[in-house]
Nanobody, 127 residues
Framework: HVQLVESGGGSMRAGGSLRLSCTASEFTFEGSDMAWFRQSPGKEREAVAAIRRDDLTAYTDSVKGRFTISKDNAGNSLFLQMSNLKPEDTAMYYC??????????????????????RGQGTQVTVS
């Protein structure tokens, strides 16, 4: 049974930084495509960033230059370094994974349907 577990969320003043982490059981990050999504009340879930097994990365426009996605295959961990946080970044952040390779055009579309495994989320609040 695949379980993804996020951590590192919290409350932060605008302009601050947070680092989210994601670990997994029954799933190996190496050789997988991974992503971070977020959802705030009343809004649809949106992709934040993704990293493919070949280290190709993609970001939604609103976080480019502020967020960095990375992974540690040896530690089976996924990270999201968030800097210059803004109130509009407030949301529940979810780690997501795909064992199937996502072709480049679809990878850049950052669609949640491509990632069947998701965690329970970690809350980020920016004031």
């Amino acid at each position: 049974h695949v379980q993804l577990v996020e951590s590192g969320g919290g409350s932060m003043r605008a302009g601050g930084s947070l680092r989210l982490s994601c670990t997994a059981s029954e799933f190996t990050f190496e050789g997988s495509d991974m992503a971070w999504f977020r959802q705030s009340p009343g809004k649809e879930r949106e992709a934040v960033a993704a990293i493919r097994r070949d280290d190709l990365t993609a970001y939604t426009d609103s976080v480019k230059g502020r967020f960095t996605i990375s992974k540690d295959n040896a530690g089976n961990s996924l990270f999201l370094q968030m800097s210059n946080l803004k109130p509009e970044d407030t949301a529940m952040y979810y780690c997501a994974a795909s064992a199937s390779f996502i072709l480049t055009p679809r990878f850049y579309r950052l669609e949640s349907s491509e990632y069947p495994y998701r965690g329970q989320g970690t809350q980020v609040t920016v004031s």
